[in-house]
C-alpha cells in the first residue's frame, strides 16, 4: 500500500514557480510509479507528469513540457514536481498519485492510490 500526500501549493504571480511535494508512506513505494494530476474548477482531472519508479523514465502533458520537472528521491520517499514559468492556466488542485502499472501514468483510472491535492493558484 502506498499513501501520498501532496504539499507546497500556493499563491503564485504568473511567471514565477513552485516545487511541489509527494511524500509517501508506506514500505513499497519505491516499487510504484507516481503521477501528478490537476483539477482546475469545472474541469476533469487531468495528467500532468509522471516518474517511473526508479526515476528512469518520465512523462509530461504536452500542456507543461518544457516547464515543468519531476524528480523523486526514493530514500526521502518523495516526489517533487518542479513548476516553472506558471501561467493562469495553471491555477488546479494538484494531485499526485501511484500506480504499478507504467502504462497508465497519464490516466485517473490506471491509479491505486490517491492523495489529498493541494491548490496552486496564479494571480496576473
Not at 482546475?40 to 509522471?50: D, S, T
Not at 500542456?63 to 516526489?79: E, Q
Not at 506558471?86 to 490517491?114: F, N, P, Q, S
Request: with cysteine; glycine share 12%.
Amino acid at each position: 500500500m502506498c499513501s501520498c500526500r501532496a504539499s507546497g501549493g500556493g499563491l503564485v504571480q504568473a511567471g514565477g514557480s513552485l516545487r511541489l511535494s509527494c511524500a509517501a508512506s508506506g514500505r513499497t513505494f519505491s516499487s510504484y510509479h507516481i503521477g501528478w494530476f490537476r483539477q482546475a474548477p469545472g474541469k476533469e482531472r487531468e495528467f500532468v507528469a509522471g516518474t517511473s519508479w526508479r526515476g528512469a523514465s518520465v512523462y509530461y502533458a504536452d500542456s507543461v513540457k518544457g516547464r515543468y520537472t519531476i524528480s523523486r528521491d526514493n530514500a526521502k520517499n518523495t516526489v517533487y514536481l518542479h513548476m516553472n514559468s506558471l501561467k493562469l492556466e495553471d491555477t488546479a488542485v494538484h494531485y499526485c498519485a501511484a500506480t504499478e502499472a507504467w502504462g497508465g501514468i497519464d490516466r485517473t483510472d490506471a491509479m491505486d492510490y490517491w492523495g489529498k491535492g493541494t491548490l496552486v493558484t496564479v494571480s496576473s
